[in-house]
């Protein structure tokens, strides 16, 4: 197949470009919806919340390259026998690009590393991950104007999918782009979510940029991981469809956001000072019930 654009071979079959022209199409993209949503601009301290995956270091690769400033923040589960990066690799590759990394884990946090926590049997490993991260991201990401995440096409399709789904009416407009600023917590953005899965991949491939397809042991359970699959398959027969879902919540975000959702009000936990919904930060309580269990 020839390249849409020129007269060589493509790598890629959506949309059919060869390897020049497809690392165009992603800059521009990227580009466009930073652009689109007002995301940042190139005075904003963006910190990128690097998970040790291919997404956020191509993220990262794509906003150099797009003339960003960004700094790096990893946050640590301590799952073993699971990311792609070591820690090693992870800093090479912010050295090689003469960037900050800042790191923290959930050892540090809570004296546990998630593998430790999930053997309790106790607890929903995404549920605790998804507390203890953002917790650890707020709290580390406060010198920054924004966090940005490699989140992508495919992980904001199945989201939407999942907070139909389950009636999380209340979750269900806390996606898109751009969260909310707000005094007490980093605005989080998410330049990525015009690229699919497939994309960054073959991106992080053609920019040497190492890539594993070890997924969260965690994950494989999960219902996220289930309409994953059932989406590919979607996908596979209709293309657009991922693409359709997200452009279809935009827009149902639009009208919502008129009508004026009244958010909870938030004050301070009284343990750790962080910003809360409630007395007692959920980290907190969480970080309570693992130390009773493991101590
Ligand atoms: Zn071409
Ligand atoms: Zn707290």
Redo the contacts with the bound molecule.
């Keep these: 197949m020839k390249c849409e654009k020129c007269e060589n071979k493509a790598i890629i079959g959506n949309p059919i470009l060869c390897s020049e022209h497809f690392e165009e199409y992603i800059l521009k993209t990227v580009q466009d919806t930073i652009t689109q949503f007002n995301l940042f601009t190139k005075e904003t301290k963006i910190c990128v919340a690097v998970s040790g995956g291919k997404d956020s270091l191509a993220l990262i690769d794509i906003l150099i390259r797009l003339g960003y400033s960004v700094e790096g923040l990893f946050v640590n589960e301590g799952i073993s026998n699971y990311r792609e990066y070591s820690n090693e690799d992870l800093e090479k590759f912010m050295r090689k690009n003469k960037l900050l990394l800042r790191t923290t884990s959930f050892q540090d946090l809570v004296g546990h590393s998630l593998d430790e926590i999930m053997n309790t049997e106790k607890f929903h490993a995404c549920s605790v991950c998804g507390t203890l991260r953002r917790?650890l991201l707020n709290k580390f990401s406060k010198e920054y104007d924004v966090i940005a995440t490699g989140h992508n096409l495919d992980d904001e399709a199945q989201t939407v999918l999942i907070n139909l789904a389950r009636g999380n009416t209340d979750l269900m407009f806390r996606g898109g782009p751009k969260s909310k600023p707000t005094n007490q917590f980093t605005q989080k953005v998410k330049p990525l979510i015009f690229v699919s899965e497939k994309q960054l991949l073959t991106y992080a491939i053609i920019r040497k940029i190492k890539t594993g397809f070890e997924e969260c042991p965690y994950a494989q359970t999960s219902y996220r991981a289930h309409l994953r699959d059932l989406l590919n398959e979607e996908e596979s027969k209709n293309p657009s469809t991922k693409l359709n879902i997200l452009k279809s919540y935009l827009n149902l975000e639009k009208n919502i956001i008129k009508c004026d959702v009244k958010e909870k009000e938030l004050c301070v936990?009284?343990?750790?000072?962080?910003a809360?919904q409630e007395g007692?930060?959920?980290?907190?309580?969480l970080?309570e019930e693992i130390i009773n269990l493991l101590h």
């Design positions: 917790y936990c009284s343990v750790c000072g962080e809360s007692i930060c959920k980290a907190c309580k970080k």
